[in-house]
């Protein structure tokens, strides 16, 4: 024996030790398949539906039909059910969207080939070659007369897929559950049509889709804590994106009057049900027009989407039922804290005791203005009890150093949030262009940060020139890719919507 086959037995052993009575099993049966001198991992397959396919164009037609015409299929999937009886079995293979019957019988593929059936387990992946028919309870089978290994499964598919340990496991192990769960399959899928709708639609509308920098020298165009890294090459400090905002903004001041970009985001804060950090957005910006027209294209846009995915404009989100129907309502920020927080009157009139209030209700958030003091007590107190679509508009400017101060109340900005079942979904505004306004914003950003306001922006002085070339009226706005998946895919959990949500190592 070779040094080099006496390591690979070693190793072997090794994994043996740590398998279960099943894997082993397993194993073994893989090596007799390696003995008869058979595949099991294949280069290529040839393939001429998939099971969803198959289900999918082949369910409509009866039993007469499918025996009128002789419909043959090379159809691969996984094992999930396995029925023998004698000399014929049962099994049903399935994608990650739909399962299929398969009949296969001793007279139709020879003793030799159904013996070797017996050496295929629940989770392996096959190719089954033949025609399809109905069974006498009505179910569409495929008749096998071929079949071949594509890929071994060392191990058993979960029996039982219960309980918040399983939960978590979901989302450890998406792999699995997308194997075991169609409807998580059907999660992603939505989410995919509704990132190919939301890119039609802008692209209809003569938006130009662009990519900008994901690791920045200046981390801008929200408020929040970035994560930080160092390019080794340069010798410098770098963030990951906050937001693409203040590079869009500058595309804008260079011509580009119509851009939008689908991007990830990476905010170093907490993980619950409606976040993780990092998270997809999309962003799109519009020369020569302000947060009110804004607020008709997004109308515009939802009510399209809601079509898309669902066929109307009204759906299911939970126990409610989430209407996009036009027009949504507009309050002003101010008025829904005093509305929703549950806060007598009087509180608001003392703003010391408000800060000191709005600092209990948040472990990592802790307020150091009237003006932040409100925006937490509308997170914590507020945002829940909004469902339908609600744009809350006119926060204070405090809070929006990126956007134009109201003409008339000039302590409010321009600017608007949209919350729907509890969420923000979208952040808009009428974009600050007066590079002056919007350099004094930023050094009072920045006096906050001193204080120890980690969230606060930083002064940006290359967007601050890029400003003074020009920027036009504009109207910028942020949207929450995965929340809206879950609003639209009726998921209350953002991991539900991501496939590989960030987890704590075990």
Not at 6 to 26: F, G, H, P, T, Y
Not at 33 to 44: I, M
Not at 263 to 290: C, K, W
Request: proline residues 6%.
């Amino acid at each position: 024996m070779s040094e080099q086959q006496a390591k690979k037995d070693r190793e072997l052993r090794l994994v043996q030790e740590e398998l279960s009575d099943q894997e082993l099993i397993r194993l073994d049966k893989w090596r007799k398949l390696q003995e008869r001198g058979l595949e099991v991992f294949p280069h290529r397959a040839e393939v001429s539906h998939s099971v969803f396919e198959v289900v999918g164009e082949f369910s409509p037609l009866s039993k007469e039909e499918l025996e009128g015409h002789e419909y043959r299929v090379k159809v691969p999937g996984r094992i999930m059910t396995i029925r023998k009886m004698g000399r014929a079995t049962f099994f049903h293979i399935a994608d990650c969207r739909r399962r299929l019957q398969v009949y296969l019988r001793e007279d139709q593929v020879g003793p030799e080939n159904y013996e070797l059936f017996d050496l295929f387990d629940i989770g392996d992946v096959i190719l089954v070659e033949g025609r399809l028919f109905r069974t006498r309870t009505g179910e569409l089978t495929v008749l096998a007369e071929k079949f071949s290994f594509l890929a071994k499964s060392f191990h058993p598919l979960p029996e039982k897929w219960h309980g918040l340990q399983d939960v978590e496991l979901r989302y450890r192990k998406r792999y699995l559950d997308l194997i075991m769960n169609p409807e998580s399959s059907e999660t992603f899928i939505t989410r995919s049509r509704i990132v190919s709708s939301l890119r039609k639609f802008f692209d209809d509308r003569g938006f130009l889709e662009v990519e900008t920098p994901m690791m920045q020298v200046i981390p801008g165009g929200a408020l929040a804590r970035p994560f930080k890294t160092f390019h080794n090459a340069l010798g410098i400090d770098l963030y990951l994106r906050i937001a693409p905002e203040l590079y869009l903004k500058r595309l804008v001041v260079g011509g580009l009057e119509k851009v939008y970009e689908i991007n990830r985001n990476f905010r170093n804060e907490g993980v619950d049900s409606q976040h993780n950090p990092e998270f997809t957005m999309l962003e799109f910006y519009q020369a020569y027009i302000d947060y009110n027209q804004l607020m008709d294209l997004t109308e515009e846009l939802f009510v399209y989407l809601a079509r898309e995915i669902h066929g109307k404009e009204e759906f299911p989100y939970g126990e409610e039922t989430i209407s996009f129907r036009r027009p949504w309502k507009r309050i002003k920020f101010q008025d829904a804290v005093r509305q929703y927080s549950g806060l007598a009157p009087a509180r608001f009139d003392d703003p010391e005791a408000l800060i000191e209030f709005a600092a209990t209700l948040t472990a990592d958030r802790k307020p150091t203005s009237y003006a932040k003091a409100l925006d937490v007590i509308f997170d914590k107190l507020v945002k829940d009890k909004i469902v339908q679509p609600t744009f809350i508009i006119n926060p204070p400017r405090e809070i929006s150093p990126l956007a134009k101060a109201d003409p008339v109340h000039p302590e409010e900005a321009n600017r608007f949030e949209l919350i729907i079942a509890g969420m923000e979904i979208a952040n808009a505004f009428s974009e600050l262009t007066d590079p002056f306004e919007q350099r004094q914003r930023f050094e009072e950003q920045a006096a906050m940060r001193q204080t120890g306001d980690e969230e606060s922006h930083l002064v940006d002085l290359d967007y601050v020139e890029a400003l003074e070339y020009g920027l036009p009226p504009t109207g910028g706005e942020g949207v929450g890719i995965d929340r809206l998946t879950m609003i639209l895919a009726n998921r209350k959990s953002i991991r539900e919507v991501i496939l590989f949500p960030l987890l704590k190592p075990r």
